[in-house]
């Protein structure tokens, strides 16, 4: 017979050891004392949250072009592909557009603010167009300036 019993009503759980009880309890809380460095979900023991990582991001966060690096974010490895591998479809080969304005030249982004940095441009591009205009990649990647790194947040365009 377990000793341990649970009492909070319609549980009917029980434990060998007052400490599996204690641990038990959590599950009855919204408050995890735990919590994923990635996507931040709580957990109530250290068990339980290397066994959600393992699961949900160690394999996840490999670069799919055979790098070396590993990523402890989606974020994290959206940001080295963009600016390692450009995984864009470059078009637009016949614009003449100038970026030093830092504005997205793209009809339906007409009259949304400045972006901060190139990097904010080229993340904006690929969130939100899934295309790198050639002229851009030129004017920044392939100029001597070369990519700026972002100095503050990226508006939001949702």
């Known amino acids: 017979m377990r000793p341990f019993l649970c009492q909070i009503p319609d549980c009917g ?3 060998y050891r007052q400490s599996h009880l204690e641990v038990h309890m959590w599950s009855h809380s919204s408050t995890k004392p735990l919590s994923c460095s990635v996507c931040h979900k709580g957990f109530v023991t250290s068990q339980q949250l290397l066994r959600h990582k393992a ?14 690096e590993k990523f402890q974010s989606q974020q994290e ?9 450009l995984l864009n479809n470059v078009t637009d080969s016949n614009r003449d557009d100038t970026w030093d304005d830092l504005f997205c030249k793209e009809n339906e982004c007409a009259g949304y603010p400045q ?15 899934e295309m790198m205009p050639e002229s851009l990649f030129t004017y920044f990647v392939e100029s001597p300036n070369g990519l700026q790194a972002p100095e503050a947040s990226e508006p939001s365009y949702d």
């Open 115 to 129: 972006y901060d940095s190139s990097v904010s441009l080229f993340r904006h591009y690929d969130d939100f167009h």
């Open 13 to 15: 759980k029980a434990f």
């Open 77 to 85: 490895l959206g940001d080295h592909m963009l600016l390692t591998h």
């Open 55 to 68: 699961k949900h991001h160690e394999r996840e966060l490999i670069c799919p072009h055979g790098c070396a």
